[in-house]
């Protein structure tokens, strides 16, 4: 993929990097929220008023009351439709992870294990994405990645 600089792909860019921005807050506020209550209920707190958000969302989203959405969406196969679960799961394994390793190394070793799966689902052409050879630009970034990783967590 080359750059295009054109708002068709610095406007996903800035929203992917505001999405990475705010993972590590979510991270730091859910891990405070299990140490203050439990791991369990914190992580029930950040779903329950996630479908409270997006509930409301919903109601003023025009596309998303058209019968053919939801149909779609109930006929999806079911890899599409275990994200929920997996957020679940995240929300979990983050929030137990950063008081014992730190927000720093907490996020490294999520950033790595994120960029060798979405190297390998590239790859592959996986879960309906378009399959992106993986070449030797990109396993120079992640060598780059692991090498950054590796001074991030040294002690």
């Known amino acids: ?48 008023t996630a479908v409270v958000a997006m ?9 998303a009351r058209h019968l053919p959405a939801w149909r779609a969406l109930l006929h999806s196969p079911l890899p599409a439709l275990l994200g929920g679960l997996m957020g ?8 137990s992870a950063v008081a014992p390793l730190g927000m720093v190394a907490a996020t490294t070793g999520i950033l790595v294990a994120q960029v060798t799966t979405a190297a390998v689902l ?10 992106a050879p993986f070449d030797w630009t990109k396993a120079a970034g992640a060598a780059l990645l692991v090498a950054g990783a590796w001074l991030l967590l040294r002690r």
């Open 55 to 63: 509930g409301l969302t919903l109601l003023f989203l025009p596309s």
């Open 122 to 131: 590239d790859h592959f052409g996986l879960l309906g994405l378009d399959r």
């Open 88 to 95: 679940v799961a995240i929300t979990w394994l983050v929030a």
């Open 1 to 48: 993929m080359s750059f295009r600089w054109n708002w068709d792909w610095l406007l996903p860019l800035l929203g992917a990097g505001l999405a990475g921005a705010l993972m590590p807050v979510q991270g730091a506020a859910n891990s405070w929220l299990a140490r203050r209550s439990s791991l369990a209920l914190a992580t029930f707190w950040v779903h329950a």
